[in-house]
């Protein structure tokens, strides 16, 4: 079997809906998944297979899960990506909002994951699971400190499963910088084009792709991993003189 060949494979993605989510669902559609995708709300597109669950409530994360062994008869991979917060003062925010916030980009996550480890564990070839996290959470996130904490929750929590759940169960993170189409993003092309080194943001297929790779025999040995989808990052404020100071690279 090709190594990204997922036919016969049960691929739960959370907010699959749109923007990264359904780039990452449509990836492994492609790929020859079944794929179920959850959201809060009913999409107004057409989507794969479609459960309406608000993950944050472990009872319909497990229900989630339950849904897929109904329709696939395993669960083979999940891709946690339902997250996202406002951009907002960490001074003024209430206290409900920064909790809401964590909870849905990190305790959500958690809820899912354990539901799916339950039925991995006990499934021949185990599964795979992909946490969706942020560059937000690896440096500092001023105007979204509740959403970065988060996320750098997020990847220690993959990381811990992933020592907690070997060896059925691989666990990895995917770290994502600027998106394309990021709807709680405002990128500035000018901007991305100085600080990131590749001058570009990411395709949601491009974070796609990684998902796959994560998922797939190619990353058999793969676990507690938190693999940088960011351009090569940002290239720091206080270096710009230097960077001035830099030649471009030939082109080849």
Not at 48 to 55: H, S
Not at 68 to 79: C, K, N, P, Q, S
Not at 128 to 135: F, H, K, L, R, Y
Not at 202 to 213: W, Y
Request: hydrophobic share 50%; net charge neutral; aromatic share 4%.
């Amino acid at each position: 079997m090709e190594p990204l060949d997922f036919t016969g494979r049960g691929v739960v993605v959370t907010g699959g809906t749109r923007g990264v989510g359904a780039a990452i669902a449509s990836a492994f559609l492609a790929a020859g998944a079944r794929v179920l995708v959850c959201g809060r709300t009913q999409p107004s597109s057409v989507v794969p297979d479609f459960v309406q669950a608000d993950v944050r409530d472990p009872g319909q994360a497990a229900a989630l899960v339950a849904a897929a062994i109904d329709r696939f008869g395993r669960l083979d991979v999940l891709v946690n990506n339902a997250g996202g917060g406002p951009p907002v003062a960490a001074a003024s925010a209430s206290p409900r909002l920064h909790a809401k916030i964590v909870e849905l980009n990190l305790v959500a996550p958690l809820h899912v994951a354990q539901a799916a480890n339950t039925i991995m564990q006990q499934q021949p070839g185990g599964g795979a699971i992909v946490m969706v996290g942020s560059v937000s959470g690896t440096r500092p996130s001023p105007g979204s400190a509740a959403y970065g904490a988060a996320k750098a929750g997020l990847h220690h929590l993959a990381t811990s499963l992933a020592a907690e759940w070997a060896p059925a169960v691989r666990v990895n993170s995917v770290v994502p910088g600027p998106v394309v189409g990021d709807a709680g993003l405002q990128l500035d092309p000018a901007a991305v084009a100085r600080t990131v080194p590749l001058g570009r943001p990411a395709t949601p297929a491009e974070v796609a792709g990684v998902c796959l790779l994560l998922a797939s025999p190619l990353a058999s040995y793969v676990t507690g991993a938190a693999v940088a989808v960011h351009g090569g990052g940002e290239w720091p404020g206080y270096l710009a003189d230097v960077r001035a100071q830099v030649s471009p690279p030939t082109q080849v």
